[in-house]
């Protein structure tokens, strides 16, 4: 799990240098790309996910996601070894990448341990920093008041964040999921559907 955080911050970070101008009236924006692991079939999606649930979200909060190191070999933490000060500095130094903490109310969970009617949280990447957009290429915003079904993994803190990007985000549409995203491996699912790939 860190691993991939400490990818993905880096993949973020060295893309943020494409930097698209919107109009003189609009605050400028920064598209980033990210390398996100790809899911091809839905029952990859399900063999990766520690929690899906049906949500629907509540609020979202500012943040900024800073690199986090963990392990026990020099690949997996290059700050293995280093006091805190010099953790901290190492961090001050790579920088923050805009983010968003998205609240949903769990409406149906498929797993996790959690219960109907509990709040969950998941990190986006992307948002307002400093007066400037930062866009993820591959990922679909969670909008308020909307309702999806999420694929996810632990993110840091107790939170999660959506498999692929948005490979594993789906709005409700009926009785049907359908894919907020093209990474998605499948366009769409039935709760049947659903039910039976976390059975496999």
Do not use: W
């Amino acid at each position: 799990m860190a691993k991939h955080s400490r990818s993905l911050f880096t993949g973020l970070t060295a893309a943020a240098a494409v930097v698209a101008l919107a109009s003189c009236s609009a605050a400028p924006s920064v598209t980033m790309e990210a390398d996100y692991p790809a899911y091809d079939t839905p029952a990859s999606l399900a063999r990766e996910a520690v929690i899906v649930v049906e949500a629907t979200v509540l609020g979202k909060t500012a943040t900024v996601l800073l690199p986090r190191f963990d392990g026990d070999t020099a690949e997996e933490n290059p700050y293995l070894g280093a006091s805190e000060e010099e953790r901290q500095r190492a961090v001050d130094e790579d920088g923050g990448v805009p983010g968003e903490a998205v609240t949903l109310r769990a409406d149906v969970v498929y797993r996790g341990d959690l219960s109907e009617g509990d709040e969950v949280v998941f990190i986006q990447t992307g948002g307002v920093l400093d007066g400037v957009r930062y866009e993820i290429e591959e990922e679909s915003d969670l909008e308020e008041g909307d309702t999806y079904l999420l694929f996810g993994m632990e993110s840091f803190d107790g939170a999660f964040s959506v498999l692929g990007g948005s490979a594993g985000a789906f709005t409700v549409d009926g009785d049907r999921y359908v894919a907020t995203s093209a990474a998605a491996p499948v366009k769409e699912l039935t709760a049947t559907e659903v039910e039976e790939l976390l059975a496999e």
